[in-house]
């Protein structure tokens, strides 16, 4: 079911499988995000939860017991319920099940919502521990925008200049190796030979927001809490994924024990968790 929210400048598009962005366009009818077009890539911007990235084997190991757990968590594929609808605000909400606890062995709500305010789209991620014990889980965003023209042609515009060095996923694992691209940047021209392998992954910028840019289009994505930002398309594809990730892909011999996979956050029995990013888009 795909349900609607505006404010008059900005509107959004959300299905309830995944709570998935499945479009967003300015009152002039102008298209921002991928159009989800299977010849590339069939998603258009899923959200990663309990996990993001890859796992050694697809699984990991927890309280001595091995579980299996496919790339990036299930959520992406789930059915949410539609919690709230409003004009300008939609609430989505997904909870353990009996199938979900056999892959993810802890009670929990997690809700996304979604919110335009004066032009802008704001997303918050709410965890809810449920369970009597400790909860251990990442979130991340994975939203797909549109270049129509290809990448190239595009850049990304760091809030301050960055010293960028990309952590090396293949096989969807991090390596060893990183790819240091250069000190001092600001502005990252896009192109696809930064593709060939996986995506571009910086852990720990300084900067709290990016912007893609060209064409006549200005995209500004404002996030906090999340450690990592991922950029990825496909060899020719005409789109570009921002990710924002608070967990990241296993590292190569790792020992798979959920509790040390990196990035991952921390909840107590009861606790609560909100992260949230926002997207702004304007065109020439």
Known sequence: MITTIGDGKLFAEINTKGAEL?????????????????????RRAPTLFPICGGMIDDGYIYGGKEYSMPKHGFCRDAEFALETAEENRAVYLITHSEER?????????????YLIKDGTLFVYYRVSNKDEKTMYFSVGSHEAYACPEGIE?????????ENLESLVI????????????????????????????????????????????????RIEVE??????L?????QQ??????ELNCGIDDYVGSDRLLEHKEGNAVLEAGGEFVLCHSMRFSAE
């Open 153 to 161: 042609g595009y850049r990304i515009e760091f809030e301050v200049p």
């Open 101 to 113: 606890y056999a892959l993810y062995p802890f009670r929990f709500e997690f809700r996304i919502e």
């Open 170 to 217: 293949a096989d969807n694992l991090v390596q060893v190796d990183r790819t240091v691209i250069g000190e001092g940047i600001q502005v990252l021209d896009m192109d696809y030979r930064f593709f060939q392998v996986d995506a571009l992954c910086f852990k720990g910028l300084k900067s709290r927001k990016v912007a893609l840019v060209g064409h006549g289009r």
């Open 223 to 228: 996030y906090d809490g999340f450690e990592y």
């Open 22 to 42: 499945w479009r967003i366009y300015d009152a002039k009818g102008k298209d921002y995000l991928w159009n989800g077009d299977s010849a590339y890539w069939g």
């Open 230 to 234: 991922l950029l990825w398309t496909k």
């Open 237 to 242: 594809a005409p789109f570009l994924c921002i």
